[in-house]
């Protein structure tokens, strides 16, 4: 099952008077475990590991260090898969085996290459072939880190599976592509039921369809009216329900992004929105998610992106990655060490002295692990 988000214990740093549990202490909705519980043996949790490209080795170090020193239960089966050439589909396949066998897994972003030549998406394909079916990114702002808005708080709901995504495209003459955008009415209502039950779980009191219905009235029309005709379901319940148009949602989201509460999309415009949604909080290095389905659950930081241009510096920001891991810790039901693993985080960002780079200070990767170690 997927338990709550992030600790608990640091919900009075985010203290909200309308609400009763934050975005970054919030419940998340439940997988079945019934038929597939997550791996263990002998009190710990056998994990999947894939550091990913760019940055992914050193912040899932930070992860790994911490874990190690509030020994948390947890053995990784670690696979250093690179999505930098093809000639490692080898190891992704082993990768994909242990994470069907584990059932969870922590991992960082993999490149993929642009080129014609290059192989498909190591990401998507994770996704697709193991159903996790909603990506989760949480967007929040951070005491001790002031940005332009300090009032942000909305959660990113994206479907993961089809969509532009789906892979499918062609060329039908020399400088004439096809590209198959696929949607389909049954992962649409699941996707937005799945954000509905976020909202319920979470005392969120609305949600945004975004889509682009306008345009493609077959294809987002079809995610649009399913969101409404489910919407009608928890009306009763006290849940609010909108949509605007993606082009609009994206103005909206750096003029007024205290509107939002819950968003709910196809899988581009998630991409899209969830960058500029880590944009205002402070950037990529702050914003945890993971993608959830019925049987699996991966947790990797929520804004993708691999940060080749500082790999090896020792300057990354790893705050992602250790929520993300404390989302997974909550996963697992070992709440009290996420609760102290994520109030040292937020403590260590609150008091402002260790910042790296990105938070506008000069401090390494290490200094900040070693500062969240030193308030455990």
């Not at 002998?42 to 940055?55: A, F, H, K, Q, R």
């Not at 996707?191 to 219905?213: E, G, M, S």
């Not at 949602?249 to 205290?258: F, H, I, K, N, Y």
Request: aromatic content about 8%; overall charge neutral; hydrophobic content about 40%.
């Amino acid at each position: 099952m997927l338990r709550n988000a992030i600790s608990s214990a640091v919900r009075p740093a985010f203290a909200n008077p309308a609400r009763l549990s934050s975005t970054l202490s919030a419940g998340f909705p439940r997988i079945s475990s019934i038929d597939r519980p997550a791996t263990k043996y002998g009190g710990t949790y056998t994990v999947t590991l894939i550091p990913g490209d760019g940055i992914g080795a050193e912040i899932t170090d930070s992860v790994k260090e911490i874990f190690n020193h509030v020994n948390a239960p947890i053995e990784w089966e670690q696979y250093d898969v690179s999505g930098m050439s093809s000639s490692g589909e080898a190891l992704f396949k082993q990768a994909m085996d242990s994470l069907k066998r584990n059932k969870v897994g922590l991992k960082g972003i993999l490149f993929t290459p642009i080129s014609q030549s290059g192989h498909i998406s190591w990401n998507v394909a994770m996704r697709q072939q193991l159903d996790i079916y909603a990506s989760v990114v949480l967007c929040k702002s951070l005491p001790g880190f002031p940005t332009r808005h300090d009032n942000v708080d909305f959660a990113i709901i994206r479907e993961n599976t089809e969509g532009e995504y789906s892979g499918l495209e062609h060329q039908s003459y020399p400088g004439v592509v096809e590209n198959l955008k696929v949607s389909t009415r049954v992962k649409a209502e699941r996707i937005a039921r799945f954000a509905f039950d976020f909202a319920l779980k979470n005392n969120r009191k609305k949600v945004t369809c975004v889509h682009k219905a306008n345009i493609m009235k077959l294809g987002d029309g079809l995610f649009l009216n399913t969101f409404r005709r489910v919407a009608e379901d928890y009306k009763s319940l006290g849940i609010e329900s909108n949509d605007m148009i993606v082009d609009n949602t994206s103005m909206q989201l750096v003029a007024r992004p205290g509107q939002f509460d819950v968003m709910v999309m196809p899988n581009l415009y998630g991409a899209i929105v969830s960058n500029i949604g880590a944009a205002l909080v402070g950037g990529p290095g702050v914003v945890p998610g993971c993608n959830v389905g019925r049987e699996y659950a991966l947790f990797e930081p929520g804004c993708r992106h691999v940060a080749s241009d500082i790999m090896g510096t020792n300057t990354a920001n790893p705050t992602a990655m250790i929520l993300s891991a404390t989302m997974m810790l909550r996963h697992l039901g070992l709440d009290s060490i996420a609760n102290n693993i994520a109030s040292a985080t937020f403590g260590v960002i609150k008091e402002g002295k260790v910042k790296t780079a990105d938070m506008g200070g000069s401090s390494t990767t290490s200094d900040f692990t070693s500062a969240i170690i030193e308030k455990l």
